[in-house]
């Protein structure tokens, strides 16, 4: 027997009924209880149908155009939102379960496609077409956006899409095929990061410490953890245990906290920039950086890039066709040159992904004694010099 519900974010109710052996939620696409009522048991029917091979594709027009006649409600009975409507709506919905580094991008893919659509996108959802996903793909393109980034922007606006399927909005993806064109470009021309030499780390550092001593700290969190450049300014001093030599990184990109020895040289900073600021467990370990951004003329990477000039580091080549520059070193590669050192030293591949915390665990909390004297005598063998 076919029911109606209630969901968040949404003033229209939904029909639940089965399909296939399968509960499917769809959008009534109105307001009014009875009428939502009569809609998901006639949806109940036809999906007897389809299940029965009995089906036929006009049915469902017919179906509906009765059911709102019925009820005096004609046509405009059934109101599905805008197209930039339901992408803020489900935009809202996705931004609770993410991490603050995937929100970010989630944001840009929707608000420039909104963007792209122009007056487009107060049109009813059924109006989308996949020349309007196709177009949109191919003028980021021709606006010089890293491929990673388009193929970043399709597949979230795909998931977007693919809930309006679900909910009934429209009767396929448009992001479906523009995807996989964009994943074929992609995969040829991805961008590629360089790491450093243990000579050009120590230039750096010694740059960092020129320049200011929360850079300086940054460097050294960096080139001794690999962790990404606003996970290092971003950490709190209650972050670190230094009579444990111990450190937690919280991964902006993963929302995963992972724990890690502290290298003897940066414990060594570490210890000396304590006992100048006292004890402040829930302030910044580098306050003037903190709250920055990593874009901008201003931002963390535009800084670090003055920290490789002072360094005299080159930044290598710079990717073409991007719409903004991207040189094959920057901050991330001391990420690439920390996990290279670790491999250098002989650290099994196992240690390596606890160490950068490119592994898949859901917390390093519930590491053994054992297991972190196995990492911290991994992390001894890093040295630049």
């Not at 809202?92 to 007056?119: D, M, N, Q």
């Not at 020129?210 to 290092?232: E, I, M, N, P, Q």
């Not at 020895?261 to 210890?271: A, C, N, Q, R, V």
């Not at 963390?300 to 070193?329: C, H, I, P, Y």
Request: with cysteine.
């Amino acid at each position: 027997m076919a029911s109606i519900h209630r969901r968040p974010r949404t003033p229209y109710w939904h029909g639940a009924f089965r399909q296939g052996g399968k509960l499917v939620y769809r959008s009534t696409g109105t307001t009014d209880k009875a009428v939502a009522r009569r809609i998901a048991d006639e949806w109940e029917q036809i999906a007897k149908q389809i299940d029965a091979g009995t089906y036929t594709e006009n049915q469902t027009r017919e179906v509906i155009s009765g059911i709102l006649r019925r009820a005096n409600l004609g046509t405009h009975g059934v109101k599905p939102p805008g197209i930039g409507e339901f992408l803020k709506d489900w935009l809202e919905a996705k931004l609770t379960t993410l991490a603050e580094g995937s929100a970010w991008g989630y944001r840009k893919a929707v608000g420039e496609f909104i963007k792209h659509l122009g007056p487009k996108a107060s049109r009813p959802l059924g109006a989308l077409q996949s020349s309007d996903a196709r177009s949109y793909l191919a003028t980021l393109h021709e606006s010089d956006y890293a491929d990673k980034t388009i193929s970043i922007y399709g597949k979230v606006l795909r998931a977007a899409f693919k809930q309006a399927v679900l909910d009934g909005y429209l009767p396929s993806n448009p992001f479906d095929i523009s995807l996989a064109m964009s994943k074929a470009k992609t995969a040829a021309t991805a961008h590629r990061r360089r790491g450093f030499s243990g000579a050009e780390v120590r230039l750096l550092q010694d740059a960092a410490a020129r320049t200011s001593k929360d850079w300086h700290t940054v460097v050294l969190v960096g080139s001794y953890t690999g962790a990404r450049l606003r996970d290092c300014c971003r950490l709190q001093w209650e972050d670190l245990d230094l009579a444990g030599s111990r450190l937690v990184i919280h991964q902006l990109k993963t929302g995963r906290p992972i724990e890690i020895p502290l290298h003897p040289k940066l414990l060594e900073h570490l210890e000396s920039r304590a006992s100048e600021v006292g004890d402040r467990p829930q302030e910044y370990i580098t306050p003037t950086l903190a709250e920055l951004g990593t874009g901008g003329a201003s931002g963390l990477s535009m800084q670090f890039a003055k920290v490789m000039r002072d360094a005299g580091v080159s930044q290598g080549k710079t990717t073409q066709g991007t719409r903004r520059q991207q040189n094959e070193r920057g901050f991330h590669s001391l990420r690439h040159t920390f996990v290279s050192a670790l491999a250098s030293a002989d650290v099994s591949p196992e240690l390596r992904m606890k160490l950068s915390g490119h592994a898949d665990l859901k917390s390093h909390a519930g590491y053994t004694h054992t297991e972190f004297e196995r990492l911290a005598g991994a992390l001894r063998g890093v040295r630049y010099d």
